[in-house]
Each structure stands twice: as C-alpha cells, then as structure tokens.
C-alpha cells in the first residue's frame, strides 16, 4: 500500500467512527416512566410534614384545557 491509499483508508474508517458515535439509536421508545424531584407545600407555602403521600401526575399539551398526552397510572 502506498500513503496515498494508506491515508483513503484511515479517513473512511475516522468517518465511519464518527458516523457510528453520532448514528442515533433506531429502537428507542418513549420512556413509560420520569422522574422528579420536588417539594410538597402546602398553599401558603410551608413544607408538608414528612410522610408517605400518593400522587398521581399528568401531564397535558397545554396549561389549561388540552389534551392529556401522559398519566401516571393509577
């Protein structure tokens, strides 16, 4: 092999590198699961006693009146 071919094949194989690092996964679905991290207040603004609470979230297209595109189960 001369440089000149040694040269082509080392920036095929950098570009194929760089395409697989970058290529994203093809299986990837939506996560059925999130998570948070908050406080729980009460509506003045003190912290609720700790405790076991059960919550249900949901999450909407729009502040108020959407379409509901996620809910916690429940």
Known sequence: MTNIHRADLNRIVFALIIILILWPPVSAEIPQMISYQGKI???????????????KFSLYDAESGGTLMWDGGW
């Not at 509506?43 to 006693?49: F, H, L, W, Y």
Request: charged content about 35%; cysteine-free; hydrophobic content about 25%.
């Open 41 to 55: 207040t009460e509506s003045d603004g003190t912290p609720v006693a700790d405790d076991d609470y059960i919550m």
